[in-house]
T-cell receptor
């Protein structure tokens, strides 16, 4: 399978704990995006990368959130001191980086904060 | 500011009848617009995209959408619904003028297909 993969698929944690999610984009896609989707809503943009450079962060991304893409391949999204409001589906997408190319989405990581 | 408004949160049709999912957009630039579909427990999949070429865009599975600048609309249609079309549909606009920027999603329209 050469699609976007995310790990883990599900994560249950207690409030106050740190969690880290991983995204592996499609090979040679140089743009990588993170979105968050809560129940009954459309996905909301969090941040994105061009290779290893983080180009933009949404205002939704509080100081407790950090994302990296150290070698321009896979990316990690870390949430520190999780809160119940962080419970959501975290989606990763990648694209080739040329204009008008679609973003290919992974299956998502569902986070539940107890 | 870039935004999309999906006018119906839920649409229900009978199998074999036409589908119409409505979307209006707001954009500071000439927009790039998309429709994505999300089946239960599956990832988002692109149905079709408009990128300033033809105003009538054909997508996968018999769906099409028409870009109407005067009405700021990008409605999704299909002549005949199939049971497998039941899913959540999102109208999407790009955050920036390039088609290769983050996406802004509508709240979604849940399509139900009745046998």
């Amino acid at each position: 399978d050469t699609g976007v993969s995310q790990d883990p698929r599900h994560k249950i944690t207690k409030r106050g704990q740190n969690v880290t999610f991983r995204c592996d984009p499609i090979s040679e896609h140089n743009r990588l995006y993170w979105y968050r989707q809560t129940l009954g809503q459309g996905p909301e943009f969090l941040t994105y990368f061009q290779n290893e450079a983080q180009l933009e962060k949404s205002r939704l991304l509080s100081d407790r959130f950090s994302a990296e893409r150290p070698k321009g391949s896979f990316s990690t999204l870390e949430i520190q001191r999780t809160e119940q409001g962080d419970s959501a589906m975290y989606l990763c997408a990648s694209s080739p980086g040329t204009q008008y190319n679609e973003q290919f989405f992974g299956p998502g990581t569902r986070l539940t904060v107890l | 500011a870039q935004s999309v408004t999906q006018l119906d949160s839920h649409v229900s049709v009978s199998e074999g009848t036409p589908v119409l999912l409505r979307c209006n957009y707001s954009s500071s630039y000439s927009p790039s617009l998309f429709w994505y579909v999300q089946h239960p427990n599956k990832g988002l999949q692109l149905l079709l995209k408009y990128t300033s070429a033809a105003t009538l865009v054909k997508g996968i599975n018999g769906f099409e959408a028409e870009f109407k600048k005067s009405e700021t609309s990008f409605h999704l249609t299909k002549p005949s619904a199939h049971m497998s079309d039941a899913a959540e549909y999102f109208c999407v606009v790009t955050l920036g003028p390039s088609g290769n920027t983050p996406l802004v999603f509508g709240k979604g329209t849940r399509l139900s297909v009745i046998a």
